[in-house]
């Protein structure tokens, strides 16, 4: 099969995106294009493959979200306004519903971050601090500025689903091998965390936050945009930080202005950048991706992006 995509991202957090409002392909297929596509390995490379799909009574369009590893997420919120932006740019609107796996979130254009970046405000949540949902066993319904027995850690971590499932400690200094030791035991599905979650550390930086996170189906990554959701509703509920105040989340990949609501929603207005555009063959069963061919490079929207991360520098 060969697909049209773009190669997109959002603080970093890097996709192929396919339009696939007119694609009848079962998830299994779709878990291999993912497997293909997103390989770090192959011709295109990623965090994950995210979808364009079609809406219904309630939405103007849907999202759906594939890890590298083909499992599918509930959300990808830095995903979300790439699809967010293809969604727009397909239906001439700017402003829009989007379904997504196991909720909604709304998203509309924004003020540049920087002149050049095309910027997606999305609004999601509520925030759910039940962790019998995910499920976490064995430490109650909910979790908040507490060890986590079954960890090989002593850190107090806060747990939040946006709707995926988040464990967020704040630190003084991140340690990403730390990091990757909690964030692999929660990858290997043990009995007590069955679905997996997310783990992050993160630092306070002034008025601002900066978040490293062990994503689930992806590893560590440098953006992860629920992560920051969780981040920030994590640092409200805390009182690191004040609900219904702005600041800027950073990461390896860039930056996101933020606010969370006592409610439980979380604005994100970032960059939906787009790199390049093209075509490939994919061998979904074997998750092989070859015969790549690239139809244009987004040079503005590229050097617009690089200059934001200069100036973080």
Known sequence: ?????????????????????????????????????????????????????DGDRLHDFGMRMFNSDGSEAETCLNGLRCVARAGFEALSIDRAEVQLKTSSAHAERDADLAPGVTTIRETAGPADLDVTQWPLHGTGHQIVQQAIAALPSARLFTAVAMPNPHLVSFVETIDDAELVAIGELC????????????????????????????????????????????????ACLTGRVEFGVELSIFNRGGLVRAQAESDGMVRLSGNATYDWAGSAEVDADRGLAGDLAVDRHFNDEIAAWAAVIDGIG
């Open 187 to 234: 990858e290997s599905a043990p009995d007590w965390l069955p679905n997996r979650a997310n783990v992050s550390f993160v630092e306070l930086r002034g008025a601002n936050l900066f978040v490293r996170t062990y994503e689930r189906g992806v590893g560590l990554t440098d953006s992860c945009g629920s992560a920051m959701a969780a981040s920030i509703f994590a």
């Open 1 to 53: 099969m060969r697909f049209d995509f773009v190669k997109c991202h959002g603080s970093g957090n890097d996709f192929p995106l396919i339009d696939a409002r007119s694609l009848d392909l079962d998830d299994a297929v779709w878990a291999g294009v993912a497997r293909a596509l997103a390989d770090r390995r192959g011709p295109v490379g990623g965090d994950g493959l995210l979808l364009l799909t």
